[in-house]
C-alpha cells in the first residue's frame, strides 16, 4: 500500500512537472535562429552580377537593394548583342551587357538575333549573319547565309551534303566514278542513265576497293579555289596533290590526303603550291617543265622592282619621284607600288600632292596606300600642339627664334625648314614661337588661267622693317630686326624663298627631274625691286642643270654669283612673277637723335 502511494506521488509528481514545462513553453514565445539577410547586388565583389548575397558581398560602385534581384528594374534580364562576334546572349543583366560593349534590349527575339544556316565551305553552323561573316573572315572563305533554314538538323545535313568523296555508280553497263560531294552524288539517282549510285567519302575514284574503270595516270591540273597542283585519273577526276615519287604508291591513290600531309619539297617533283608563301598552280613556261604533267608551282612574288627591292606577292610600298616622301619639288608625285601574281602594278596617287603615300610594316609584310593629304589649314595653326595632331592634319611645326642674329633659329633637318618666325608674323606672345607648314606641300597649277597658284603663293609674302638709330654725327647704327638686311645679311633672303617652296610650287627650286629654275620670287626695298647688286640667284646653275648636290646649308655664306642659263632670269632685268612675291623685305626708317 504504502509503495502504491509512493508511485503515485511519483505520478503526481511527473504530471505537475510537465505542466510546468507546458506553461513554460506558453508564456516563453519560441525564438528562431537568427535569419540570413540578402540583398540584391547589380555586382558582387567576385565581379558575379545580379546576385542575391549579403550585403557586405555588394560591390560598393554599384546598385544594390534588400530584395530580391527580380523585383529589381537594374537586374531585369534580356537579350545581349555583341555587334563584333555576331553572339546573342539571353537572360543577361542591362548592365552586364553594357560593360561587355554589348547592346542590350528586353526583346527576346531581336531581329540581329535571327539564325539560319552559315555554309563556309564544307562546313555549315546555325548561327547568326553577322556571326557568319565574322567566321568567313576568320578563314578566308565566302560566307552563304541561308536564312530560310530554321533548325539545325537541316543546317547539319547541308554540311553533310558537302563532303567530298568518291560517286560510285553504273552507266551504260559500266561501273564508274566521279569525284564529287554527297549531294552531287545524291542528284544522281534522278538521272535515267544512272543507278546504284553509292557516295564513299574520302575516297578517291582510283581506290581499288571501289573496283572502277578509273584509274591512275601520269596527268595533272589546277583547280579552282585551290592552291596546288593535282594529279588526274583516267577518267578526268582530281586525285591527290601531285608528288612524283608518289605516281606508282597504290596508297596514294586510294584515299585523299591532306594538304598539311602531302609534298612540301615543291620544284619539278611537287605540286604542294602555297599562295600565301608565294607560290600557286599554273602551266609550265619553257625551262619550267615539272617531272610529270604541265603544271608546277609558279613563283608569284616579285624581283628588282623598280626601287631594287623584292616583295612577296599581295604587298605594297611607296614611291617617291625624289626617293623621299617630304622631297615636294614642283611636280613630283607618290605613288603607290604592289606585287601581284608576279607582277608589279603601279598605281598613281592624286596629281598635284592631294594624296600622300604612307606605308607600314606587319610582321614584315609590307602595305601601302594613297591617302588625301591635310595640308589646307596648316599656315593657320598657332599652337605646335594643334599644329601636330596628325589625326586632323598633316603638318610640321618648325620652331624658331628671333633676334640677336640668329637668323636660322629653329632649323629642322634641311635649309628649306630653317624658316624664321618672323616672316610670318609669329612674333607675339599669343602664339608658340614658330610656323605650322605641311608636310608634303601641294602642287600648284601655275599654268592656264586663273590666278589661284598666285593667290596661294601670296599667303607667305611679308615684310620686315629694318630700325637704324642716327645721330647727328656719325653713320646710321641698326638697332632692331638688324638680321632682315640682306645688304649685309644675304641669308634672311633665303630664308624667304625657303618660306614660298613650304606650302606650294611657289618661288625658286628644282624640279622633280632635278632642273634649276630661278623663277617665281622678287625682292623690294621701300617698294622699289632690287637692282642687279641685290638679285638672289642663288642656285647658281647653267642652263638646263640639274640638281645634283645637298641642300645648301643656311648657316654659310651663300655665293649669289655666278652665271645663269637661259632658264634662268638675268641679273639685270627683274624675274618674271609666276607666283610668291616677298614684298618690303627691308624697308629703312631713321630715328635721329641728339648727340
Known amino acids: 500500500m504504502r509503495g502504491e502511494n509512493i508511485l503515485m506521488k511519483k505520478e503526481i509528481l511527473f504530471v505537475f512537472l510537465l505542466l510546468i514545462v507546458s ?34 558581398q555588394c560591390d560598393e560602385n554599384y546598385l544594390s537593394s534588400p530584395t530580391s534581384c527580380d523585383s529589381t528594374s537594374f537586374c531585369q534580364l534580356g537579350t545581349c548583342y555583341d555587334s563584333d562576334e555576331g553572339l546573342c546572349m539571353e537572360n543577361t543583366p542591362k548592365k552586364a551587357c553594357e560593360e561587355a560593349n554589348g547592346l542590350w534590349t528586353s526583346e527576346e527575339n531581336p531581329p540581329q538575333c535571327g539564325l539560319g544556316c552559315c555554309v563556309l565551305g564544307e562546313q555549315a553552323a546555325f548561327t547568326t549573319l553577322q556571326r557568319c561573316k565574322k567566321l568567313a573572315g576568320n578563314y578566308g572563305l565566302q560566307a552563304d547565309f541561308r536564312e530560310n533554314i530554321q533548325d539545325e538538323i537541316s543546317c547539319v545535313a547541308i554540311a553533310n551534303a558537302q563532303d567530298i568523296g568518291a560517286c560510285v555508280f553504273e552507266s551504260e553497263f559500266t561501273k564508274t566514278c566521279t569525284f564529287e560531294t554527297r549531294g552531287e552524288c ?97 602551266e609550265a613556261s619553257r625551262g619550267e617543265k615539272a617531272t610529270y604533267g604541265d603544271f608546277i608551282c609558279k613563283d608569284v612574288n616579285c624581283y628588282e622592282t623598280y626601287d631594287g627591292q623584292d616583295y612577296i606577292n599581295g604587298e605594297s610600298w611607296c614611291v ?30 592624286a596629281d598635284l600632292r592631294q594624296e600622300v603615300c604612307v606605308e607600314d610594316s606587319i610582321e614584315d609584310f609590307s602595305q601601302a596606300g594613297c591617302v588625301a593629304n591635310l595640308w589646307e589649314d596648316c599656315l593657320i595653326q598657332e599652337r605646335k600642339n594643334d599644329c601636330e595632331n596628325s589625326d586632323v592634319r598633316d603638318c ?11 637668323v636660322v633659329g629653329g632649323i629642322v633637318d634641311s635649309v628649306k625648314e630653317g624658316i624664321s618666325g618672323l616672316f610670318l608674323n609669329v612674333h607675339n606672345d599669343e602664339r608658340d614661337q614658330g610656323a605650322c607648314v605641311p608636310d608634303v606641300a601641294p602642287g600648284l597649277e601655275f599654268w ?28 646710321k647704327e641698326c638697332v632692331n630686326n638688324c638680321f632682315c638686311d640682306i645688304k649685309t645679311n644675304p641669308q634672311a633672303a633665303l630664308q624667304a624663298l625657303n618660306i614660298c617652296s613650304s606650302i606650294g610650287d611657289c618661288g625658286p627650286g628644282a624640279n622633280y627631274i632635278g632642273k634649276n629654275v630661278n623663277k617665281g620670287y622678287e625682292f623690294t626695298i621701300d617698294d622699289k625691286k632690287v637692282g642687279k647688286d641685290l638679285d638672289i640667284g642663288f642656285l647658281n646653275a647653267a642652263d638646263g642643270a640639274k640638281e645634283t648636290g645637298q641642300p645648301a646649308d643656311p648657316t654659310a655664306n ?29 624697308s629703312e626708317t631713321y630715328r635721329r637723335m641728339a648727340s
Open 320 to 349: 617617291y619621284d625624289n626617293g623621299k616622301p617630304d622631297d615636294d619639288r614642283v611636280g613630283s608625285r607618290h605613288y603607290r607600288h604592289a606585287c601581284f601574281m608576279g607582277e608589279e602594278i603601279v598605281e598613281p596617287c
Open 558 to 586: 651663300p655665293d649669289f654669283s655666278g652665271s645663269q642659263g637661259g632658264e634662268f632670269v638675268s641679273n639685270s632685268e627683274p624675274a618674271p612673277v609666276s607666283g610668291n612675291i616677298v614684298k618690303g623685305i627691308i
Open 448 to 475: 592656264g588661267e586663273g590666278d589661284g597658284a598666285t593667290s596661294q603663293c601670296d599667303l607667305v609674302s611679308s615684310s620686315c622693317v629694318i630700325t637704324y638709330e642716327k645721330k647727328l654725327i656719325g653713320q
Open 186 to 282: 545524291n542528284a544522281k539517282s534522278t538521272e535515267e542513265s544512272v543507278s546504284n549510285n553509292q557516295f564513299f567519302k574520302d575516297f578517291l575514284c582510283t581506290s581499288e576497293q571501289l573496283n572502277t574503270n578509273c584509274q591512275k595516270s601520269e596527268q595533272t591540273t589546277c583547280l579552282e579555289g585551290k592552291d596546288g597542283v593535282y594529279f588526274v585519273d583516267s577518267c578526268g577526276n582530281p586525285a591527290n596533290i601531285y608528288d612524283a615519287s608518289k605516281i606508282n604508291d597504290k596508297n596514294y591513290w586510294e584515299k585523299v590526303v591532306p594538304k598539311s600531309e602531302s609534298c612540301t619539297a615543291g620544284g619539278k617533283n611537287c605540286g604542294n603550291c602555297d599562295y600565301l608563301g608565294g607560290s600557286i598552280c599554273a
Open 23 to 56: 506553461v513554460l513553453f506558453v508564456i516563453i514565445p519560441f525564438v528562431p535562429a537568427q535569419a540570413s539577410v540578402t540583398t540584391c547586388c547589380e555586382r558582387a565583389t567576385d565581379g558575379a552580377y545580379c546576385q542575391n548575397v549579403p550585403s557586405t
Open 396 to 406: 610640321k611645326w618648325i620652331p624658331v627664334t628671333t633676334g640677336g642674329g640668329d
